[in-house]
Structures are given as C-alpha cells and as structure tokens.
C-alpha cells in the first residue's frame, strides 16, 4: 500500500470586493518505500463530512491533478469535479471533517488516507455573506457594494426596500438647525421633541420609550448616554444581510479566525524545527493575541539514553505541566552530574540557530503525541527523522528510581521508567 502524506498549508483569503468559495490545498505523496512519487498524474477524492469523522458527507469532489519533481500537488477544494454545491455548506452551523482518498495512478481505485476536522481553516468563507452600511460621497448606501436602486428621500416619508441610496435633501432637518435651535413647529410633526425641548430640559420619561431603548438622560455630546446598566435583549445570531451582531457572537468568530492562525501553521518549520503544539486556555504562557508553544527538534537526539542519577532525589524536577520542562532540565543538570543523560543532551544542543533546547516535561510530551501524525509529516518533508514507535523520556521525575515516559507506538501515558535504562530522547523549545 502506497503511502499518502497531505500538507494543509492555506485558505481562501477574505477580500473586500468578494470571498473565493475555495480553499488551497497541497499534498505529499510517497510510496511505499518512503520515496516520493514525483511527475505522475493523479486522481483525488475530496469529501467534507458534518458533525463527525463518520458523519454525514455533505460535499464531494474529485480531481485528476499532477505532482511535481518533488512529489507535492495543488488542487484547489471546492473548484473540482461534483454534483454538490460548495457554497450551501454552512460553516458556522456545525463541526466538519475533510476526508482524503487518492489513487496514485490516475484511476478510481482510491486509497484511503485519512480523515483531519476542519478546526477553522474554512469560516473565513462565512464573510461572504457580511453586507454593510457604506459612506459614498455624503450619501450613505444601504446593502453590499454592488446593488443598486433609484430610490432617495427628496422630501416626504419613504421606505427603501432591499438596496439604495439614503440622501438629505435641501430643507431637511440636520445637525445644524439642532445645535442653533433654530428648529419651529412647522419643522416637526405634532407633539414631536425639538429642540426647545432638547435644549431646557424639559423631556420627560413620558417622552421616551423606556423599554425598547432604555435611557437615563441626555448627556454631553462627548460623552455615552447612561443607560443604568440596562441591556439590549432578544438579539440572536445574524442571519440575514444587515442584522445586528452581538459582542458575543462577534467574539466567538474572532476566535475561529485565531484557531485558523495557530492550527494552519500545526506541523510546519519554523524557528528551527516543527510547530509541535499551540498552548491552549490553562497553560502556562497562554495569549490568546500572541500564539505560543512547542517546537520539536526534527530528530532523536539519542535513541539509548539515561534519565541518570538512580536512588538520587533531583529536586525540583517533578514539574509535570506544560511549561514545566525547561526547569526541569535545569534542575537535573543541577542535581545529577552524570555525562550524556537525556536532559543534558537536551541542554548542549545547538541546531539550526538555536541553543534553548530542553526536556520536555510528561504533559508536553503527551501534548506533542496528540498531535503526532502532523508532526511527523512536517518531519518527514523537511528531511528529518519522524518520531519512532518506542518509548521517549520526560524531564518529569517520579521517585528517586523512576521518571515519567509515553509509548510513541500506542501513546500509552505515565508509564514508570527506570532512571537506569535507556530510552528515546527529543529537545523541543519552546515559542
């Protein structure tokens, strides 16, 4: 069975003028024996799956493309071949998974390679349907940038239906006739509030609708009307094209815009090795404006080397969490003389420009093994050595016989390793 490895390296970007329904999409492909399989055409089946890995397919399309010298091809999702319509697909409404299944010979017998959620590349596709209120030329246009109406408030009442221009005409009541209260009766319909009464104070709770558009008072022009810590209620998601959206529901499509930063950049090379993992909510160092994390070196540093100083109680090596690991590794070498255990690897190395290398402690490494399969192939096209099915040790002491480490093979956890024998050893750094 061929080997197929897939690289997500971008999305669609949101321009002003219009979104392109289509996200960019590069792949990998090896065989068998880890050789790249270079110049060949190919044929690939996309399908984007609702709520789960095994869910509803809601959108497939193939393409027949080809892979360069280097074994790497483009398609573009959404642009291919199908019956389905790419566009339908509400991104806001639910979880989805992009499967991927090749045949590396051109035909239909696709293989298999797997299945990844999309986390947020797509919801930048949802801005398409954002239509505003623009400024064009004192007048103010109602709708997106492309419709247009004959309709204009020239004098009487009016209603502007789906899209058109609002402009005031002469006579009509501004800004101006407000400040120097010049506004009469004749200005204004019967019982109306002008500016006499704006101007002595006279306006009473009689005069307001306290209970759509709750208000104290009239205030400076520089300053907020007070509204007595009342609340605008009752407004839900937007849906339509000029619905109002609430600080909420605008903070959690910010947050997708940052998930689609931080996760587009999973398994790259950056900084001297592979992005390894994103700290999250709760670690050690989190920003949620500036993303920080894990780099993995892009090869063992040792394939048999001691945690050392058996029956000795390093103390201060016990940290445990995410970004715990860099003092973990000072304090064993600290505390265990010992040549060429792992942490002291960790510490000496000095590769591609950088020398803060360190241990990393349990979590950090169960972090980096959730993440293994992308990481891996990061590795893998940057020419490094992937991360082997073994055990691999953590800065994190256990008791004075005992370090903490996991299985690279099952991802088995917390599994008791003696300090006296030896073990897979990778530096991450952190970023």
């Not at 502007?160 to 004749?186: H, M, P, Q, Y």
């Not at 903070?251 to 996760?263: N, P, W």
């Not at 989190?286 to 390093?314: E, F, K, M, N, R």
């Not at 399969?373 to 990061?378: D, H, L, P």
């Amino acid at each position: 069975m061929k080997k197929i490895l897939f690289v997500l390296i971008c999305v669609s970007f949101v321009t002003k003028a219009q979104v392109p329904y289509a996200i960019s999409y590069q792949g990998l492909v090896r065989n068998a024996n880890n050789v790249v399989v270079a110049n060949s055409t190919i044929s690939l089946r996309i399908s984007i799956i609702k709520t789960t890995a095994t869910g509803t397919i809601v959108y497939v399309e193939t393409h027949n493309t080809a892979t360069d010298g280097n074994g790497i091809f483009t398609v573009k999702i959404g642009a291919g071949s199908s019956s389905d319509n790419f566009t339908a697909i509400n991104w806001l409404a639910d979880k989805y998974f992009l499967k991927r299944e090749i045949d590396p010979a051109g035909g239909s017998n696709y293989t298999i390679s797997g299945t990844t959620q999309f986390l947020s590349a797509p919801y930048s596709l949802y801005a398409n349907n954002a239509e505003g209120v623009l400024l064009d030329d004192g007048k103010v246009l109602i709708g997106n940038s492309s419709g247009t109406s004959s309709d204009k408030i020239v004098g009487d009442d009016m209603t502007i239906s789906n899209i058109g221009l609002v402009t005031i005409s002469s006579g009509a009541v501004g800004g101006a006739e407000i400040l120097d209260n010049s506004l009469s009766a004749s200005d204004l319909a019967t019982s109306a509030v002008g500016s006499d009464e704006i101007a002595n104070g006279s306006i009473t709770d009689t005069d307001l609708d306290k209970v759509n558009i709750p208000l104290s008072g009239f205030s400076t022009p520089d300053n907020d009307l007070n509204g007595n810590n009342q609340l605008l209620v009752n407004i839900d998601d937007p849906l339509n094209n000029q619905d109002a959206a609430t600080k909420a529901y605008v903070d959690d499509v910010e947050s997708k815009l940052y998930l689609l930063t931080v996760v587009s950049k999973l398994g790259r090379f950056e900084s001297g090795g592979i992005i390894a993992y994103f700290l999250s909510p709760g670690d050690d160092g989190y920003d949620p404006v500036t993303p920080h994390g894990l780099i993995v070196s892009t090869a063992d540093q040792s394939t048999s080397a001691y945690w050392g100083c058996l029956g000795v109680d390093v103390g201060g090596a016990s940290g445990a969490s995410v970004g715990t690991g860099t003092q973990n590794t000072i304090d064993i070498i600290a505390g265990c003389a010992e040549a060429g255990i792992a942490a002291r690897l960790c510490d000496e190395l000095d590769e591609n420009g950088y020398s803060d290398w360190f241990l990393p402690s349990i979590e950090e490494l169960e972090r980096i093994y959730e993440n293994i399969s992308i990481i891996n192939e990061g590795i893998i096209a940057n020419g490094g050595a992937p991360f082997a099915s073994a055990f691999y040790n953590s800065s994190t002491e256990n008791s004075i016989n005992e370090s903490l480490g996991i299985h690279f093979g099952n991802g088995s956890k917390d599994f008791h390793l003696s300090k006296n024998n030896a073990y897979h050893v990778r530096s991450v750094r952190a970023f």
